[in-house]
């Protein structure tokens, strides 16, 4: 490439595009810390089934389908999650009373204790993640990622 090619190229470039200034390079850089984080915390879940699990504390008996967009899953991912839960004897799966074509999804007993006992951890991990920042900057950051959601 000569010195002419390479002055097209940066005149095509302006504004210059920086990769570091990029949201979803930031957000993935924050999201790869927070997992890094995760793992070391919990071990034997993963931040999707922890995810799932803590969704089911709130919202207790639900369709496969609905827990799956309440914490932004697509279908297949949802079931794989929810399978490997199933597995290992920490959610439950009944047919709905009111149509048997569609799955409820529930802690079971040893789900909730996993949970509970894991909770704390998570919470922790969420601190470590925001570590860097002010409190105020970690309450400002926790509204903005959730006014662009």
Do not use: H
Request: glycine share 4%; aromatic share 4%.
């Amino acid at each position: 490439m000569d010195d002419q090619e390479n002055e097209t190229r940066s005149q095509i470039l302006e504004p210059e595009y920086v990769l570091n200034d990029q949201i979803g390079y930031l957000l993935r850089k924050a999201y790869q810390r927070n997992a890094v984080l995760f793992s070391e915390k919990i071990q034997d879940l993963t931040p999707t089934q922890f995810a799932v699990m803590a969704r089911l504390t709130e919202l207790s008996n639900v369709s496969q389908n609905q827990l799956g967009r309440t914490v932004g899953l697509d279908v297949a991912t949802t079931k794989g999650v929810v399978d490997r839960l199933l597995a290992r004897g920490l959610v439950k799966s009944l047919p709905s009373p009111s149509d048997r074509r569609r799955q409820l999804i529930s802690l079971t007993e040893d789900g909730w204790d996993c949970f509970t006992q894991k909770a704390k951890q998570g919470l922790e991990v969420s601190a470590e993640t925001l570590a860097p920042l002010t409190p105020s900057e970690q309450r400002s950051l926790i509204k903005i990622l959730r006014k662009i959601l």
